[in-house]
């Protein structure tokens, strides 16, 4: 099992519907593909947290960096983990809307923070002000 975490730019260009789109497909593919996570975007930008099969996600990122609807990616996290933090999500992929999974999304800040101290600073800052705008 892996967990990879970034956040990147959206192409200007993209359109309200093609985000959508995107959104959809993402969802698709990942309950497809047994990756689990969050997906967010808000003023411009795309906040994700991959988790599933170690070479799975490790190719799904090397997709995900060449991908031209975004740049400007930043990795925050990538560690190898042993249990699933988002294997209850509905579809096994979700998007952050509502009060349900705005906790689900603490809950597994709060498990960062106990078992990746070093890397949770980051992660809980980004995650934080992503939260703020939606």
Do not use: C, W
């Not at 190719?59 to 190898?80: A, G, N, V």
Request: hydrophobic share 35%; glycine share 2%.
């Amino acid at each position: 099992m892996r967990t990879i975490t970034y956040v990147s730019t959206a192409d200007p260009s993209l359109s309200v519907e093609t985000i959508h789109v995107l959104l959809q497909s993402a969802e698709k593919n990942n309950l497809k593909n047994q990756i689990n996570g969050i997906f967010i975007f808000s003023e411009g930008n795309f906040f994700q947290i991959l988790e599933g099969e170690e070479s799975i996600i490790q190719y799904l990122f090397e997709k995900i960096k060449k991908d031209p609807r975004h740049y400007d990616i930043i990795k925050l996290l990538d560690k190898e983990t042993s249990v699933h933090s988002f294997n209850n999500y509905k579809s096994s992929f979700t998007v952050i809307q509502d009060g349900t999974e705005v906790n689900k999304l603490y809950k597994f800040l709060k498990t960062e923070k106990q078992n990746n101290p070093d890397s949770f600073n980051s992660v809980s800052y980004l995650t934080q002000k992503f939260m703020s705008l939606i």
